[in-house]
C-alpha cells in the first residue's frame, strides 16, 4: 500500500528515497539492528509534517497517514482481504 502511493508519478530513483526516508524515520530495528520497513501502527503514528520533512509531499504525507490509521481501525482489512481472496472464477 506504502510503495503504491509513494511511487505515483516519481521516477523510481526519487520513489526509492522516499521508501528509505520512510524506514529511517519510523527508526524500527530488527533485534539484530537491522531497519525494519514500517507497518501501518508505526506510520499513524508519524505526523504529516514528519513525512513531509523526509521528502513527501503534503498530499502523500496525509495519504500515508489516512490509510495506516484505516488498516489500524479496521476499516481498510487488508489482512482479511488477503486471507479471504476468490478464486479468479469466482469474481468473474
Known amino acids: 500500500m506504502t510503495w503504491a502511493v509513494t511511487g505515483q508519478q516519481i521516477s523510481v530513483k526519487s520513489a526509492i528515497?522516499?521508501?528509505?526516508?520512510?524506514?529511517?524515520?519510523?527508526?524500527l530495528k530488527h533485534s539484530v539492528g537491522l531497519s525494519c520497513y514500517p507497518?501501518?501502527?508505526?506510520?499513524?503514528?508519524?505526523?504529516?509534517?514528519?513525512?513531509h520533512q523526509t521528502g513527501f509531499?503534503?498530499?502523500?504525507s496525509q495519504t500515508l497517514i489516512t490509510?495506516?490509521?484505516?488498516?489500524?481501525?479496521n476499516r481498510l482489512p487488508l489482512d482479511l482481504w488477503m486471507?479471504?481472496?476468490?478464486?479468479?472464477?469466482e469474481i468473474h
Open 57 to 60: 509531499s503534503q498530499t502523500k
Open 83 to 89: 486471507i479471504n481472496t476468490l478464486p479468479i472464477d
Open 17 to 27: 528515497s522516499l521508501r528509505r526516508n520512510l524506514i529511517l524515520v519510523t527508526d
Open 39 to 51: 507497518d501501518a501502527s508505526q506510520i499513524s503514528g508519524l505526523t504529516a509534517l514528519d513525512l
Open 67 to 73: 490509510l495506516s490509521q484505516m488498516v489500524q481501525e
